[in-house]
Structures are given as structure tokens and as C-alpha cells.
């Protein structure tokens, strides 16, 4: 596991093993006591989810026979963040 210290306003980029396209771009919005709210940036062919969700439908999946599931649509946020 990598670890990074970030402040708000700065972000953490993922990127393919070019090094060069990004896949990921991760921005720490904002820091209130323990909470951290972020923000992801990536391209549409990229699905993003909670890990909860994640590992529902990873379990889901599982359990069923793989051809038989039908393609999820991803449901993406648009973040807009206003700069102070």
C-alpha cells in the first residue's frame, strides 16, 4: 500500500504503465475533523465505486455465471468545486 500525505487542494494522479496517460486523478476537496471529502476525475470508460459497492457487485458476480450478467451502467457525478 502506498501512503501519501495530502493537503486540501492537492491530488494524488493514477496513471497507465506508460506513465504518461492518466487514468486517475484523486483532489482532496476538503478536510473537516475526521471526515475528507475527495474528488475523482477520470475518463468515462473508467467506473468508479464506493468499496462497499464495489464488493457487492464483485460478490455478485461471483455467484452468478459471468455471461449471464448483464453490463452495469455507470452512473458518474459531476463535481463542480468552487475555488476560494
Known amino acids: 500500500m502506498l501512503i501519501l500525505s495530502r493537503k486540501s487542494q492537492e491530488a494524488v494522479v493514477v496513471t497507465g ?3 504518461v496517460e492518466q487514468l486517475l486523478k484523486v483532489t482532496v476537496l476538503e478536510v473537516r475533523g475526521s471526515s475528507v471529502k475527495l474528488g475523482f476525475e477520470a475518463g468515462k470508460e473508467v467506473p468508479i465505486f464506493r468499496h462497499e459497492v464495489w464488493e ?4 455478485e458476480s461471483q455467484e452468478t455465471d459471468p455471461e449471464q450478467i448483464a453490463p452495469r451502467p455507470v452512473v458518474r457525478a459531476n463535481l463542480l468545486v468552487n475555488a476560494k
Do not use: A, H
Open 17 to 19: 504503465t506508460d506513465d
Open 56 to 59: 457487492r457487485i464483485r460478490g
